[in-house]
Nanobody, 112 residues
Framework: VQLQASGGGLVQAGGSLRLSCVAS????????IGWYRQFPGKQRELVAT????GSTYYADSVKGRFTISRDADVYLQMNSLKPEDTAVYLC??????????WGQGTLVTVSS
């Protein structure tokens, strides 16, 4: 499984961005896809996930502001962005065999 993330950029506080994650390869083996974010010098934080059945998970820090959705691809709509949302956002997928797949990151920068 290969994952390609895009959509990051520079936005002012209060603004919005939409991240996209395109999966290719053995996508039939994917159970869920989600987004992590990596802050400089800190561990990755799980931001949101969506399962094949449509169940979603959100970190408390983004509830009410971020929305994960999927069709053929997976999207993360980020509204009311805050400077503390600044991070590299990574797309990740979990396979039926327990394998965790990673895409490259896309940088989101929120200016105050």
């Amino acid at each position: 499984v290969q994952l390609q993330a895009s959509g990051g950029g520079l936005v002012q506080a209060g603004g919005s961005l939409r991240l996209s994650c395109v999966a290719s390869g053995s996508t039939f083996s994917i159970n869920a896809i989600g987004w992590y974010r990596q802050f400089p010098g800190k561990q990755r934080e799980l931001v949101a996930t969506i399962s094949n059945g449509g169940s979603t998970y959100y970190a408390d820090s983004v509830k009410g502001r971020f929305t994960i959705s999927r069709d053929a691809d997976v999207y993360l709509q980020m509204n009311s962005l805050k400077p503390e949302d600044t991070a590299v956002y990574l797309c990740s997928a979990w396979g039926s065999s327990g394998t965790n797949y990673w895409g490259q990151g896309t940088l989101v920068t929120v200016s105050s």
